[in-house]
């Protein structure tokens, strides 16, 4: 069965120290994957998406995430957190073999500490 | 060009009254979605719609619940009555073929 798993619901980094949010999934066939990021009250925004093409997928705002197959892992890492990447953050599966699904990890809440 | 807009962003409401949701998803995209998202949780998928078809209702609580996308454009999404439960996020998203998802800003309900 697909699936998306988030480790870690919460993860606190220092202001410049090194962003690393883990993302594991399970999926019968290749999958899509995305990261997407969510501000207090707003709707989510797209990081970053993997399409089958470059293992290493470069995103907005500084944001990167390396897609291994053999680890079934597509984890999204920051060089240096600015105070600014305090948010949500979420990884979705996207199936084309039962239609456009989506599926969402439980997410990951990011704290930067000044 | 605008993104996918959804009315209202919160509102109240006391159990058993109705409720209804409005989607507005950016043009040319066939599919769209509704999520409920619960505090601390991921989106959770409520229906889907290619053009104006319901193709994934599943999880849709359907005595409840009900949606239409009328013309395959605008949705709209009705729980009636609604329950002290039903208080979540209400995201509407929507994409073209195999691209990502983009999502509104989301309803949030509060029922009391």
């Known amino acids: 069965a697909q699936s998306v798993t988030q480790l870690g619901s919460h993860v606190s980094v220092s202001e410049g120290a090194l962003v690393l949010l883990r993302c594991n999934y399970s999926?019968?066939?290749?999958?899509?994957l995305f990261w997407y990021v969510q501000y207090p009250n707003q709707g989510l925004q797209l990081l970053l998406k993997?399409?089958?093409?470059?293992?290493l997928v470069k995103g907005i705002n500084g944001f990167e995430a390396e897609f291994k197959k053999s680890e079934t892992s597509f984890h999204l890492t920051k060089p240096s957190a600015h105070m600014s990447d305090a948010a949500e953050y979420f990884c979705a599966l996207f199936l084309t073999n039962t239609g456009n699904q989506f599926y969402f990890g439980t997410g990951t809440s990011l704290t930067v500490i000044p | 060009e605008a993104g996918v807009v959804q009315s209202p962003r919160y509102k109240i409401i006391e159990k058993k009254q109705p409720v209804a949701f409005w989607c507005n998803p950016i043009?040319?995209?066939?599919?769209l979605y509704w999520y409920r998202q619960n505090l601390g949780q991921g989106p959770e998928l409520l229906i889907r719609y290619e053009n104006e078809e319901a193709v994934d209702d599943s999880q849709l609580p359907k005595d409840r619940f009900s949606a239409e996308r009328l013309k395959g454009v605008d949705s709209t999404l009705k729980i009636q009555p609604a329950e002290l439960g039903d208080s979540a996020v209400y995201l509407c998203?929507?994409?073209?073929?195999?691209?990502?998802?983009?999502f509104g800003q989301g309803t949030r309900l509060t029922v009391v």
């Open positions: 043009s040319g995209h066939n599919t």
């Open positions: 993997y399409t089958s093409a470059a293992t």
């Open positions: 998203a929507s994409s073209f073929g195999r691209a990502e998802a983009f």
């Open positions: 999926s019968s066939v290749p999958p899509y």
